[in-house]
């Protein structure tokens, strides 16, 4: 029984031999050549479209990109939102993923690199998508009318009412 060091790799030389009671001997020799497991994660960095942690975006869409290493070889770099949706990276030591479908609120995003020994080493991104408001603010007119049109004698009068938006109403205006 032989114990190897606990170096990456070792070659050891056993030879055997034998002998007869008339002194013939033979003999065989083995090279065992040990290589320790790659028991190292990979790391993986963000540099698109920040190196940080967070990012906060108006668009639907995002495209991330960074770079992947280990001391043996990134096999493959996989994603996925916990919103929904995942994939593999293109490319592996430099990577990128395009057109990343995010939802309104916190997405967070989880890259991870993998090697051939089944390690893996993972990066997260959190991205706040707001998405634009594109509803306009509605109006009405509570006195002296609801309707669009009233008719007085008086040369000062009020007018009250709402405005409501999906978002919040920051102005009422009027003009005459």
């Not at 593999?88 to 430099?94: N, R, V, Y």
């Not at 509803?135 to 007119?141: D, E, F, Q, R």
Request: without cysteine; hydrophobic residues 30%; proline residues 4%.
């Amino acid at each position: 029984l032989h114990s190897f060091p606990t170096r990456r790799s070792s070659d050891l030389t056993l030879t055997f031999t034998a002998k007869d009671t008339a002194g013939n001997q033979g003999g065989k020799t083995l090279v065992v050549t040990y290589t320790a497991p790659d028991t190292s994660a990979p790391t993986i960095a963000l540099s698109s479209p920040t190196s940080g942690g967070s990012y906060a975006t108006g668009s639907s869409s995002l495209t991330v990109s960074g770079t992947a290493a280990d001391n043996v070889g990134v096999t493959q770099v996989t994603w996925k939102n916990d919103r929904g949706g995942s994939g593999t990276a293109s490319g592996t030591s430099s990577w990128s993923v395009s057109n990343i479908q995010l939802t309104a609120g916190t997405n967070t995003l989880t890259f991870t690199a993998n090697d051939a020994a089944g390690n893996n080493g993972s990066q997260t991104l959190v991205v706040t998508y707001s998405a634009p408001d594109t509803t306009a603010p509605t109006v009405s007119l509570s006195t002296p009318v609801s309707g669009g049109s009233y008719a007085t004698e008086s040369a000062a009068m009020m007018v009250t009412g709402t405005a409501t938006d999906n978002v919040g109403v920051t102005q009422v205006a009027w003009k005459n």
